[in-house]
């Protein structure tokens, strides 16, 4: 029968698990405005780059709408500078006005005191008071619109912001209407051909970068907590796959926030080989464990019930307990095993027997 030299080391054992690929950062390109789609220029699973074209919507239904909201924000530009210049004429105005006032009134004075002395006519006194109350009905209108000038030049100014937010909204509409490629990635889906009518917000395509993809996989509950506490201890979690000809590299980069009886989701990046992968897909990985101490790699066939192999003692086999530790990949499949009666250079028999038992007389083949 065979045997194998026990070598304690410290070595890393493996979990094999199954996850499927998806991405948190799927982008879902809406439609900004009403419009006709003019022309669609990618199809799905295409790879496309940042700020490539899409999809184009027709422009006639972006541009009037533009047009007018710039139209808008002129005209209230210019009734801005037109009040600032009504502002300073009627400060310039009223000056000559309160000049005139004080003339009025004088005139009104004058004609009192040549009553007085009988030398000037009750209709001239008239007439010069009401030259002076239509100059100071002027001088109060005057003094109004001045004293206005700030709430009027405030409104306006509200209208503009208005008015120059809707240009912004008319501008992003319309530069929307070309919808780009945001950064580097697939198309997931498309959902409109040329010709088609959509409506504001209609989903034209979904798309997602691939670096953005990663996989999520049900950790077994018994591996658990082992692995949150490799985690919090900074410690970098590997898992490792074969796609084609291609190698992925994962890492585990954080934990579920919801768990189950049977275990809880762990969320991998993907390091390496991104590009092999789509979302939707199942990939199976070689997840490497934290490494283990003492530790013994012994092929599967050498192990009985789980816990149990036998050691070949001065020609006869004697049955010890081990621990078995997890799988281990050492250019085939093993089983990592540790065992306090385990000592190095004990010999171990990996030749499977039906009816091992301790005591059973056996010679190690040469």
């Keep these: 029968m065979e045997v194998q030299e026990v070598v304690p ?41 940042e700020h490539q074209l899409l999809v184009r919507l027709d422009e006639r239904d972006f541009l009037p709408r533009l047009r007018q909201a710039r139209a808008e924000v002129e005209e209230l530009r210019a009734l801005i500078a037109s009040e600032d210049n009504r502002y300073q004429s009627d400060q310039r ?19 009192k005191a040549l009553q007085k002395r009988q030398l000037g006519a009750e209709s001239a006194l008239d ?26 030049l405030e409104q306006l100014k509200a209208r503009l912001i208005r008015a120059e937010a809707q240009l912004q909204e008319a501008e992003l509409a319309y530069e929307r209407s070309s919808l780009r490629a945001p950064y580097d990635g697939i198309v997931a889906s498309v959902a409109v051909t040329a010709g088609d009518r959509v409506m504001q917000s209609d989903i034209l395509l979904q798309m997602y970068a691939v670096h953005d993809l990663e996989v999520r996989a049900r950790i077994p509950a018994p591996y658990q907590e082992e692995l ?40 991998f990046r993907i390091d390496q080989g991104a590009s092999l992968l789509r979302t939707g897909q199942v990939l199976r990985f070689q997840l490497q464990r934290p490494a283990q101490q003492n530790a ?23 049955g010890i307990r081990v621990e078995p530790l997890g799988s281990y990949f050492d250019g085939e499949e093993k089983l990592l095993v540790r065992g306090e009666a385990l000592q190095a250079g004990d010999r171990i028999v990996i030749t499977h027997l039906p009816n091992a038992i301790s005591g059973l007389r056996a010679e190690a083949q040469p």
């Design 93 to 111: 105005a009223l000056r000559h006005e309160e000049e005139l006032l004080a003339l009025a009134r004088a005139e009104v004075e004058r004609n």
């Design 296 to 318: 013994v790699a012994v092929p599967y066939q050498a192990v009985y019930g789980g816990n149990r192999i036998y050691k070949l003692v001065e020609g006869r086999m004697e």
């Design 228 to 267: 949150l506490r490799a985690q919090s201890a900074g410690q970098r979690l590997i898992g490792n796959a074969e796609r084609g000809d291609g190698q992925i590299t994962l890492r585990l980069d954080r934990i579920s926030g919801q768990a189950s009886p049977s275990g809880v989701d762990g969320l």
């Design 9 to 49: 080391r410290t070595l890393t054992p493996t979990l094999t698990l199954y996850g499927q690929v998806e991405t948190p950062k799927r982008l879902k390109a809406a439609a900004p405005a009403a419009s006709i789609v003019s022309d669609v220029l990618v199809k799905e699973g295409d790879r496309v780059t």
């Design 127 to 152: 007439r010069a008071r009401q030259d002076a109350a239509r100059q100071a009905l002027t001088v109060t209108s005057r003094r109004y619109s001045i004293d206005d000038h700030q709430a009027r």
